[in-house]
């Protein structure tokens, strides 16, 4: 079956510098949701999308931005990279209906150096 | 997160039966999940339930919803060595789906 697919699934960074991590939904998947997982930690959520709208904001910075594109895809925009964005960065989607059901991709491993 | 409670460490021998418990403070909560994470790996959706429900069942796994105590628990049959790995619960609010998890159970399993 398809899954969530992420890219680049590892990232090296500078200090100060951007990156751009994007999110292919399942098939038919309408609403697209970004978490941040830190060392140890559990997943944090950062924003989602449902019909490239966005739907629900959480603790994304103010420095991050995203949008999902008219083919379901999504982009998570970061810049002025700090040490503490090291982190894994997830995608996941819910098909057309049932937006209760996250289906996450690999992640996005990042670091910032 | 801060909101959703579980216990860090669960072991268990193959072929017993594992429990995993979560206590979450939201009584709002409309859906209740378990995640598994295997290391370097992404999430897997294993269950969810709604919130007017008090059990839920597949295959191996059992879920139990408390809603009084707001506690939900997963069961799982005939753990393998295989279901080794960190299991999230996690809930949503009462409007929206951005998932608010606990701080994971890692489980292990011995032969």
């Known amino acids: 079956a398809a899954g969530v697919i992420q890219s680049p699934r590892h990232l090296i960074k500078e200090k100060r510098e951007t990156a751009t991590l994007k999110c292919y939904p399942i098939p038919r998947h309408d609403t697209v949701y970004w978490y941040q997982q830190g060392p140890g930690q559990d997943p944090q959520f950062l924003i989602s999308?449902?019909?490239?709208?966005?739907?629900d904001k959480g603790s994304i910075p103010d420095r991050f931005s995203a949008q999902q594109f008219s083919d379901y895809h999504s982009e998570l925009n970061m810049s002025s990279l700090e040490l503490g964005d090291s982190a894994l960065y997830f995608c996941?989607?819910?098909?057309?209906?049932?937006?209760?059901?996250?289906?996450f991709g690999p992640g996005t491993r990042l670091t910032v150096t | 997160g801060e909101d959703v409670e579980q216990s860090l460490f669960l072991s268990v021998r193959e072929g017993d039966s594992s429990v995993i418990n979560c206590t979450y403070t939201?009584?709002?909560?409309?859906?209740l999940y378990w995640y598994k994470q295997e290391p370097g790996a992404g999430l897997q959706l294993l269950t969810y339930?709604?919130?007017?429900?008090d059990m839920k069942q597949d295959q191996r796994l059992t879920v139990l919803l408390n809603k009084k105590d707001k506690h939900l628990s997963l069961r799982i049959a005939d753990t393998q060595t295989g279901d080794s790995a960190i299991y999230f619960c996690a809930s949503t609010p009462n409007s929206g789906y951005a998932l608010n998890f606990g701080k994971g159970t890692s489980l292990l399993v011995t032969p």
């Open positions: 996941a989607s819910s098909p057309l209906g049932r937006p209760y059901e996250q289906y």
């Open positions: 339930i709604f919130s007017n429900m």
């Open positions: 939201d009584s709002s909560s409309t859906y």
């Open positions: 999308f449902y019909e490239k709208m966005q739907s």
